[in-house]
């Protein structure tokens, strides 16, 4: 019953995600807040199906324990295109709330990005081993989850300040998705079933996207 349940949920989310991705790059009307919006959905489509696509064949099949250097290997890619996804998510903040200047802002994401990346490199989170490091997994999700604090206060007070009904629960977007994350990371090898909670932080992200979506459908109508 799980393998079908997530296996049918990944291939809609997997799928939607990238139509929607594709719909604003080839819609946004020279709009590069909303190019930028697409360029994030596939970005996120794609680096999720790194991880997902094994799992589903793995729950399908033999099981996960058969999988483990693909798991092992999707995690560490989705790892880094997650974090791409709110760098470009910060830039679309900037775009659409034409911010100038704040450059402190710009580095201090930039800054924790690189170390986010640079902290998934390092072989001690032995990624494609079936007793992955619970210290690395809280090390490399640190400057994670500081950028998306950030991220989440940002788009909160802007929306807030400019009275931006489509944008006014993108914080709450990124509040759920770290909020059901974080367990994952955390807890996962010691209880799989929470492995679960995967599917409403991903429900989020697709909210997230369809966010941009909706405005820019609004927008030309």
Known sequence: MQAIIETLFDSIYLTGVMILGLLMIKKNNGNKQYLLFGIMAIV???GD???????AL???TTGLQDYTFALGIGKFI???TMTIFYIILYYAWRLRYQIQGKNNITIAVNALA???IALCLFPQNAWTSAASSLSWGIYRNIPFTIMGF???YLFYNSAKENHDKD???MWLTIVISFGFYLPVVLFADIVPMIGMLMIPKTCA???TVYIGYHAMKKEHH
């Open 78 to 80: 989705t790892s880094i």
């Open 150 to 152: 950030i991220i989440i």
């Open 167 to 169: 944008f006014q629960y």
């Open 44 to 46: 996120l489509g794609l």
């Open 58 to 60: 793995a729950l399908c």
């Open 49 to 55: 199906s790194f991880h997902l696509v094994p799992r």
């Open 205 to 207: 992200y697709i909210w």
């Open 114 to 116: 690189i170390i986010r």
